[in-house]
């Protein structure tokens, strides 16, 4: 279903961003764009906590009296819940100040349709293996700060085991909790394994520390943009066949998934 269009009001995407990471924002970015080719919103606008335009700077991009802003990120926890409606100011799902009127939506990562991204992305990596011989792995950070993390790569999981992609196992994995990544091999019961990680940006994790946990590289390298190593697959490691993606946050039809928020929060809240 498409969103209707909001020729008066304003779409903020809101990133983590990074002071470390050249390639973090660009996700961000192209998200925006594609939704600004689309002609749905007077403005489309994007914001940081670590870059510039920040939060509080963004507010004064913005003309429009009405502002929908959607967190672009994986999951429900400290920056959705804390830092964001801090940094903008919003007392609940509709907050009214400096003379507009703003809608806070879910994340994006939490969405129902992030599940067809995901089984998309693996099909992209690899077209020609067939998911009865394959294990799919979902992986995060994982951290005992935020279980919100962990239990939304797990919704995901329980998702695509129930339905019927027809993989022979689907795991989750994490960076610092178990079921570590660091393992992939022995949570795999298949030749084919095919690894997606669960971030927006192919930041510091997913093209920097997680190809080293999975033994692709043997040391920490440089950022994803100065690099073409893991754009290769398969990798034959550890007795299997590896396929390991890029972040699920830089498929383009996280646009879709923006959308998706803002048209819900429209039916939850019986914005007209």
């Given at each position: 279903?498409?969103?209707?269009?909001?020729?008066?009001?304003?779409?903020?995407?809101?990133?983590?961003?990074?002071?470390?990471?050249?390639?973090?924002?660009?996700?961000?970015?192209?998200?925006?764009?594609?939704?600004r080719?689309?002609?749905?919103?007077?403005?489309?606008?994007?914001?940081?906590?670590?870059?510039?335009?920040?939060?509080g700077?963004?507010?004064h991009?913005?003309?429009?009296?009405?502002?929908?802003?959607?967190?672009d990120?994986i999951?429900?926890?400290?920056?959705?819940?804390?830092?964001?409606?801090?940094?903008?100011?919003?007392?609940g799902?509709?907050?009214?100040?400096?003379?507009?009127?703003?809608?806070?939506?879910?994340?994006?990562?939490?969405?129902?349709?992030?599940?067809?991204?995901?089984?998309?992305?693996?099909?992209?990596?690899?077209?020609?293996?067939?998911p009865?011989?394959?294990?799919?792995?979902?992986?995060?950070?994982?951290?005992?700060?935020?279980?919100?993390?962990?239990?939304?790569i797990?919704?995901?999981?329980?998702?695509?085991?129930?339905s019927?992609?027809?993989?022979?196992?689907?795991?989750?994995?994490?960076?610092?909790?178990?079921?570590?990544?660091?393992?992939?091999?022995?949570?795999?019961?298949?030749?084919?394994?095919v690894?997606?990680?669960?971030?927006?940006?192919?930041?510091?994790?997913?093209?920097?520390?997680?190809?080293?946990?999975?033994?692709?590289?043997?040391?920490v390298?440089?950022?994803?943009?100065?690099?073409?190593v893991?754009?290769?697959?398969?990798?034959?490691?550890?007795?299997?066949?590896?396929?390991?993606?890029?972040?699920?946050?830089?498929?383009?039809?996280?646009?879709?998934?923006?959308?998706?928020?803002?048209?819900?929060?429209?039916?939850?809240?019986?914005?007209l």
């Amino acid at each position: 279903m498409t969103i209707p269009p909001k020729p008066h009001s304003a779409l903020l995407i809101v990133g983590h961003g990074s002071t470390q990471n050249p390639d973090s924002s660009t996700p961000y970015f192209e998200h925006a764009a594609e939704i600004r080719s689309r002609d749905l919103f007077a403005e489309v606008h994007c914001c940081f906590w670590k870059e510039e335009p920040s939060m509080g700077e963004a507010i004064h991009l913005i003309d429009a009296e009405e502002v929908y802003v959607v967190p672009d990120f994986i999951s429900e926890g400290y920056f959705t819940q804390e830092i964001i409606p801090r940094e903008l100011k919003l007392t609940g799902p509709t907050t009214r100040h400096r003379g507009k009127t703003f809608h806070y939506c879910l994340p994006v990562g939490i969405h129902p349709s992030m599940t067809d991204l995901i089984l998309r992305r693996a099909r992209e990596i690899a077209p020609d293996v067939p998911p009865a011989d394959t294990t799919l792995i979902i992986t995060g950070h994982g951290t005992g700060l935020n279980q919100n993390s962990t239990k939304a790569i797990r919704d995901q999981v329980a998702f695509i085991a129930a339905s019927n992609a027809g993989y022979a196992a689907v795991r989750d994995a994490f960076m610092e909790e178990q079921p570590f990544i660091a393992d992939w091999d022995q949570l795999s019961p298949t030749a084919n394994v095919v690894v997606v990680p669960f971030f927006i940006s192919d930041g510091l994790h997913s093209y920097q520390d997680i190809p080293v946990l999975l033994g692709i590289e043997p040391d920490v390298g440089p950022a994803a943009s100065q690099r073409e190593v893991f754009r290769h697959n398969p990798h034959q490691l550890r007795g299997k066949q590896l396929f390991y993606s890029s972040a699920i946050g830089t498929e383009r039809l996280i646009a879709d998934v923006i959308l998706d928020q803002v048209m819900d929060f429209d039916k939850s809240y019986k914005v007209l």
